[in-house]
Nanobody
Framework: QVQLVESGGGLVQPGGSLRLSCAAS????????MGWYRQAPGKQRELVAA???????NYADSVKGRFTISRDNVKKTAYLQMNSLKPEDTAVYYC??????????????WGQGTLVTVSS
């Protein structure tokens, strides 16, 4: 099973910044994609940003130019730097790992979620 532990959420004022971290644990050989999704109250979960092991990135249009995803393949950790935060960024942010190779298995996994609240 893939275990993903997120950290870095919290309360921030509009225009502020936060950095989320997601660490994968276990006997993991490799992870193809690590990313972040978010779910606001009453809305569907949506992709925020994702990054492949080769460095290809994908961002939601609503966060382009404000959020930056990065990852450390050795530490099996992904980061989401969020700048110029807006109230509409308020949501629970979930880490997602896809095609995680553990032994002879290939798994996907979700983190437990971390709440980001943007409010004055």
């Amino acid at each position: 099973q893939v275990q993903l532990v997120e950290s870095g959420g919290g309360l921030v004022q509009p225009g502020g910044s936060l950095r989320l971290s997601c660490a994968a644990s276990g006997t993991i050989f490799s992870i193809y994609s690590m990313g972040w999704y978010r779910q606001a109250p009453g809305k569907q979960r949506e992709l925020v940003a994702a990054m492949t092991s080769g460095g290809n990135t994908n961002y939601a249009d609503s966060v382009k130019g404000r959020f930056t995803i990065s990852r450390d393949n050795v530490k099996k950790t992904a980061y989401l730097q969020m700048n110029s935060l807006k109230p509409e960024d308020t949501a629970v942010y979930y880490c997602r790992a896809e095609k995680v190779i553990i032994g002879f298995r290939t798994l996907d996994g979700w983190g437990q979620g971390t709440l980001v609240t943007v409010s004055s």
